[in-house]
């Protein structure tokens, strides 16, 4: 029912009845209802069943690992993430995005600053001789840049999948491409952001949640008197 579900929506968009629904899938409504209560929890399902568990985290160890270069890992890394990207999954994105369905883009992605954008920038700070996040919080600025790559990668699959335009099967070269050109420039543009006539909305502090959170508590564990 739930890969039928995604398949339906996916086409018809989240404003298809459970109805017809139903009468796609050769079921009662009555037989639906009996799995899921109501047609939010039906979609929640779904969402929680093709965007949740696409994470392989080989790939945290990857994005960080010095052994390669930037350029290496960043190409590996998103010929596997774009590599996982269905037709499905990707139609059901943007059909959240752009119709009534709640938080539910945002909660699925979430985590991309911490799982992606934040370890992009941290490998581009060290590839200019910037300091770590932990004596400089990254700025809303350093997230653009991550961006522009994900972005295009992204647009790759929406090529693919909602254009329909014809792609090469093995995406790798492409995005090896992709990748060459932005390091080459990114490194400059972080030495550029960290400079003195940086404009001042880039150089925003990006709410990070977990080096926020180790800097609140050493905030607090000095401003604690001893005992």
Do not use: C
Request: hydrophobic share 40%; glycine share 6%.
């Amino acid at each position: 029912m739930l890969d039928a579900a995604a398949t339906f929506f996916g086409e018809h968009g989240f404003e298809a009845t459970t109805r017809a629904f139903a009468d796609q899938l050769g079921v009662t409504q009555a037989l639906l209802y009996r799995y899921f209560p109501s047609k939010s929890v039906l979609i929640d399902r779904v969402f929680a069943e093709r965007m949740s568990g696409g994470w392989d985290p080989a790939w945290s160890d990857l994005l960080v690992d010095r052994r390669l270069s930037l350029a290496e890992r960043l190409t590996q890394f998103y010929t596997a993430y774009q590599g996982r990207v269905t037709e499905t999954g990707m139609r059901l994105y943007l059909r959240a995005a752009l119709q009534e369905t709640g938080n539910r883009p945002r909660r699925y992605s979430a985590p991309l600053t911490d799982t992606i954008l934040q370890p992009i920038a941290g490998e581009l700070r060290h590839l200019a001789d910037l300091p770590p996040f932990d004596e400089r919080p990254m700025v809303r600025g350093e997230r653009e840049i991550a961006m522009m790559l994900h972005a295009a990668i992204v647009f790759l699959g929406i090529r693919k999948f909602v254009y329909r335009m014809p792609m090469p099967d093995d995406l790798s070269d492409v995005i090896g491409l992709y990748v060459r050109t932005f390091v080459e420039g990114a490194a400059i543009e972080l030495k550029a952001l960290h400079g003195p006539d940086a404009p001042q909305s880039l150089g925003v502090e990006q709410l990070d949640r977990r080096h926020a959170a180790a800097r609140k508590k050493a905030s607090a564990r000095k401003e604690t008197p001893n005992k």
